[in-house]
Structure formats: structure tokens, C-alpha cells
């Protein structure tokens, strides 16, 4: 028994730390996704000036590797120059090197924002500078002002998740919402899509709710922390793929995954082992990838003088074990 008490603190710390170190060295299976550490200053083919600059919030995240992927992929068939820089999280450093992007000449930029001021800030500098800029996946108010935006409807994807989940727990029982990073429009709008659809079962309510933003190891933390209260859960639904994996893992150390119904965002690799494995029952397909394709192809375009959507909108789609196979091919 003495064991057994211990076992989900002290466990729980050696895979934070072994998540860690797994998140430096993929498996085969995401290998191909994973950025390239050279990336961060470096053009999609050998040779010539970048005609598109691309700005990154953070290479190490695991979805923006998959956004990543799409981008090389479509400037290759595009064969067109793209340089991609690495604010590593620090809004002054993307800031600057959108001003270095301008400086250097680039016909288009695509961004994904470290954050609200560096969007603001981004979209104004290439306003002024006549250069044509596409935001992707992470939406703020000054994306409006932007040549392009390219992402997925959050809502959509928030609604579609807890329908899943509301299915399987036949309308009744306690939910708990893991946020990504507060203030986030990703946050912001799946976990409304989430709440809107409890609203519409009396029998089932959110008695626990807070961030791990976007991690595993914080979402690990989290489930451990919730697990200790003693709170009875039916159901965690994170806002992505990475929170969920994590609370599934705390849950497993306690030894109760197996009372528990799972639901990410998102679709990874990683999540749609998972699901295959049954213990994830449910996620969302953001198709990453295509988000990444469909942005280079506004970006040049834009570049070119042609007229862009100001909204390109890429759907979600609902994936259970009954349809993972399709999905894990897509990977593939």
C-alpha cells in the first residue's frame, strides 16, 4: 500500500521527464514531421534568394511540425524558395524577424503568431511595407488586417468533440475541460463548443476546468492534481491531442483510465495510436498539413498579385476507432 500511494507523484515525475526526452527523439512514425532543427534559418530547396519568408511561433511544438511539413511539401511542388525562422515563444524575436524578412526582400510572409501583440505588430509592419502576409492557425482580432487567414473553425471542432463524448456517456455525467493557453482563440472557441453542448444535457455538467497549455507533461500534471482531489469524472476532454495524452497517462498510474471516457483535438500520430489502442475514444481532425499547404499556396499567389480569400477555412473531422485507420494512412 505504501507503494501504491507513492506511485502517482513519483511516477508521474519520471514521465514528465521521459516525455521530455521522447519529445528530442520521435518515433519512426513521426520522424517525418518532426522539424529539422536547420530549419530555423534555412530555404526549401538549395540555392536562390527566399521568395516567401515563413515565421514560426515555436518549432518544437508537435502540431506546428505536421502545419510545418505541408509548407515544405507545397513549396517543393511549387518549387518556390521559403526561409523559415524560430521565435522559440518570444514575441520581440518574431517581431524582428519580420522586420529582417522585409529587409531581405521577400515577396510574402506567413506567420503563426507567438501571440496577440506579435500579430499586431507582424501584420502592421507588412502593411506598411506592401508585402502580402498570411496568418495560420492562430487566429487574433488583427488577423482581420491581414492578406489571409488560414486556419480551422474552433467552435466546429469544440461541438464535434462533446457531441462525441455526450454520445457515449448516453447524456449524463461530470466533465472535466483541460484549456490550452488561456485567451487563445483555439481556447476560447473549443471550450465555448464544448460548453454549448452541455448546456443541452441536464444530466451532465463541467465540475472541473483548467490549463495545461497545449502540453503533455502540464496536462499530465493537471490530471494528476485533479485525480488527488477525490472529484468524481466521467469524461476529460482537452482542447488538443497533446493535454489528452498526458491525462490519459496520470490516469493509467492511478488505474483509471479505464472509468474514464477521452477526448482530444487535433488527430496527431501519437493520438490516433491511441485511439486504435482503444484508449482514446475520441479526437478531431485538424488537418495540419493541409492548413500548411494551403497557406504557401495564398502566399504565393499574393506574391504573384492575385486576389486571396480572406478567410481559408480547412474542416474538422470527427475520428473515432471506427474510422482511425483512415486517418493513421493519411499520416503515412
Do not use: H
Not at 515555436?58 to 507545397?74: A, E, L, N, P, R
Not at 490550452?180 to 465540475?207: C, L, S
Not at 472529484?231 to 488505474?255: C, F, H, P, S
Request: hydrophobic share 40%; glycine share 6%; net charge negative.
Amino acid at each position: 500500500m505504501r507503494l501504491r500511494r507513492f506511485s502517482l507523484s513519483a511516477l508521474c515525475c519520471f514521465f514528465v521527464f521521459w516525455l521530455a526526452a521522447c519529445s528530442s527523439t520521435s518515433s519512426g512514425t513521426d520522424s517525418a514531421t518532426t522539424p529539422d532543427p536547420s530549419m530555423a534559418a534555412s530555404t526549401s530547396s538549395s540555392g536562390g534568394k527566399a521568395e516567401v519568408g515563413v515565421a514560426i511561433f515555436d518549432m518544437s511544438d508537435k502540431f506546428v511540425s505536421y502545419i510545418t511539413q505541408g509548407m515544405k511539401v507545397s513549396a517543393t511542388k511549387q518549387n518556390v524558395q521559403v526561409s523559415y525562422v524560430d521565435a522559440q515563444n518570444d514575441t520581440a524575436t518574431q517581431v524582428k524577424q519580420i522586420q529582417q524578412f522585409i529587409s531581405d526582400g521577400v515577396k510574402s510572409i506567413v506567420l503563426i503568431p507567438t501571440d496577440e501583440s506579435s500579430a499586431d505588430q507582424s501584420i502592421a509592419l507588412a502593411n506598411k511595407a506592401n508585402v502580402p502576409i498570411i496568418v495560420v492557425n492562430r487566429y487574433y482580432k488583427s488577423v482581420d488586417n491581414a492578406t489571409s487567414y488560414v486556419g480551422s473553425d474552433s467552435t466546429t471542432a469544440g461541438t464535434m468533440q462533446m457531441e462525441a463524448v455526450a454520445k457515449l456517456l448516453n447524456g449524463k455525467g461530470n466533465i472535466a475541460i483541460m484549456n490550452g493557453e488561456m485567451g487563445t482563440e483555439a481556447q476560447i472557441n473549443r471550450t465555448k463548443g464544448n460548453k454549448d453542448i452541455i448546456a443541452k444535457y441536464p444530466n451532465m455538467k463541467v465540475v472541473l476546468e483548467d490549463t495545461a497549455n497545449y502540453d503533455r507533461a502540464q496536462g499530465m500534471a493537471l490530471m494528476a492534481k485533479w485525480l488527488s482531489s477525490g472529484t468524481t469524472i466521467n469524461a476529460v476532454v482537452a482542447n488538443n491531442d497533446e493535454m489528452i495524452i498526458g491525462a490519459m497517462l496520470a490516469a493509467q498510474l492511478d488505474n483509471k483510465d479505464k472509468d474514464m471516457i477521452f477526448a482530444g483535438v487535433d488527430a496527431t500520430m501519437d493520438a490516433l495510436e491511441f485511439v486504435k489502442a482503444g484508449r482514446l475514444q475520441v479526437t478531431v481532425f485538424q488537418n495540419a498539413p493541409e492548413q500548411g499547404s494551403q497557406a504557401i499556396k495564398a502566399a504565393v499567389a499574393a506574391a504573384d498579385g492575385q486576389t486571396v480569400q480572406k478567410q481559408i477555412m480547412v474542416p474538422y473531422e470527427l475520428v473515432t476507432k471506427d474510422n482511425v485507420e483512415a486517418y493513421i494512412a493519411k499520416w503515412q
